[in-house]
T-cell receptor, first 114, second 116 residues
């Protein structure tokens, strides 16, 4: 049972355009969501997060939107740069109960073409 | 600089042999985790440890074993019982439970295990 779903295995965009990566979740108890970025043969690194009490969080070129009723979040990258080419993982947790575990999606490979 | 060190980066073993992957952190984090990454499968939790001398099975623990004798170290043994051991293994740590505003986990750079 996949609780965090990233239904697009890959996405290709032109440099300077917007990249939109999507993530859906099924567990209504999730209350904290994170995005990680991963380059080949390296570990994921934290990118941005959002609490379930918010619907938007912005950090520079990266914005995460949360639609709690639809159980959907998206990561927007504007403008996209070639260095953004990586696999992006969506992750979720139920922090209100002191949870240690993050549940990850399968990832989306973003390719930004010069 | 604090961080997580996984060694070696690449590891080759013959089928039927046990192999131990190293993970060391100097972040003073209480919790440590092992994930496995396969193409198209994302990150799947193998084992995690909230505190020294304690650990719990994750979603795919079969064929793996761990120990947590020191706060800094969380080695993973891939046993001969693991049917498909070839994968990219990631170790991670966190200061404690995930909390709002936190960055979640700090990951190591991974070990690519190939069993032939």
């Amino acid at each position: 049972d996949q609780q965090v779903k990233q239904n697009s295995p890959s996405l290709s965009v032109q440099e300077g355009r917007i990249s939109i990566l999507n993530c859906d979740y099924t567990n209504s108890m999730f209350d904290y969501f994170l995005w990680y970025k991963k380059y080949p043969a390296e570990g994921p690194t934290f990118l941005i997060s959002i609490s379930s009490i918010k619907d938007k969080n912005e950090d520079g070129r990266f914005t995460v939107f949360l639609n709690k009723s639809a159980k959907h979040l998206s990561l927007h990258i504007v403008p996209s740069q070639p260095g953004d080419s990586a696999v992006y993982f969506c992750a979720a947790s139920e922090v209100s109960v002191g949870n240690y575990k993050l549940t990850f999606g399968k990832g989306t490979l973003l390719t930004v073409n010069p | 600089d604090g961080g997580i060190t996984q060694s070696p980066k690449y590891l080759f073993r013959k089928e039927g042999q046990n192999v131990t992957l190293s993970c060391e952190q100097n972040l003073n984090h209480d919790a440590m985790y092992w994930y496995r990454q396969d193409p198209g499968q994302g990150l799947r939790l193998i084992y995690y440890s909230q505190i020294v001398n304690d650990f719990q099975k994750g979603d795919i623990a079969e064929g793996y074993s761990v120990s947590r004798e020191k706060k800094e170290s969380f080695p993973l043994t891939v046993t001969s019982a693991q049917k498909n051991p070839t994968a990219f293994y990631l170790c991670a740590s966190s200061i404690g439970p995930v909390f709002e505003g936190a960055k979640g986990y700090t990951f190591g750079s991974g070990t690519r295990l190939t069993v032939v």
